[in-house]
């Protein structure tokens, strides 16, 4: 169906003489239909609603797979952490055995040879530090990335911190203590009774010696 309408004026002036206005209005109204004897419009419309529903899908689709990007960056983030977390700890104890190491060796009890293994220990410990944090942050920014933020100064949760088996909260009653916690809890116990006595004189005031 087709609307139209139009207007104009028109001025004239002969010889000299009068001017001489004219106006002329008009409207148009037509209307067609066409017969849709073999199924072509009804079929154009079932083929619109069906590339509307796919378009649909595939924002879906793109959806899902942007959850799952960030569930396995997130993931993969944590593992990291945890990893870097290990790998501290490891450079940790490696230091501290060097520096027995080191004092057995000034005293007589060990080798050059052994000192300088557990030197290639520390150094092996601390070069394994540095790739994992190259690794943590690209999948830091990645992460932000993914959930449109900038990645300066983005962060997800706070780091873990290591805890030791001896500082850990004792164990609730009715439960049975780790193996690492109960090792502790003797380590601990034997240093109390060995303050309260002397070695030498241990055999004789403590009856745990007796």
Not at 67 to 76: C, E, H, L, R, T
Not at 99 to 122: E, F, H, M, T, W
């Amino acid at each position: 169906m087709n609307l139209g309408a139009g207007s104009s004026r028109r001025e004239t002036r002969v010889d000299g003489g009068n001017w001489q206005k004219g106006d002329a209005s008009s409207a148009t109204l037509s209307a067609s239909y066409e017969v849709d004897l073999w199924g072509k419009n009804a079929s154009g419309l079932r083929s619109a609603e069906a590339a509307l529903r796919a378009s649909r899908f595939d924002g879906e689709t793109v959806r899902l797979t942007l959850v799952a990007g960030v569930a396995n960056g997130y993931f993969q983030l944590l593992s990291l952490r945890g990893r870097l977390t290990i790998a501290r700890e490891n450079l940790d104890i490696a230091e501290r055995v060097f520096k027995v190491v080191d004092s057995r060796v000034r005293n007589g009890a060990a080798s050059a040879l052994d000192l300088a293994r557990q030197k290639a220990a520390v150094l092996t410990q601390r070069a394994a530090i540095p790739p994992l944090e190259l690794q943590e942050r690209q999948t830091l920014f990645a992460l932000a990335i993914l959930l449109g933020r900038a990645p300066e100064g983005f962060e997800t949760a706070p780091r873990p911190s290591p805890v030791s088996p001896c500082r850990a909260s004792p164990p609730a009653a009715g439960t049975v203590a780790p193996a690492a916690t109960r090792s502790c809890q003797r380590r601990s116990t034997t240093r109390r009774r060995q303050r309260r006595c002397p070695p030498r004189r241990a055999p004789l005031c403590c009856p745990a010696f007796r």
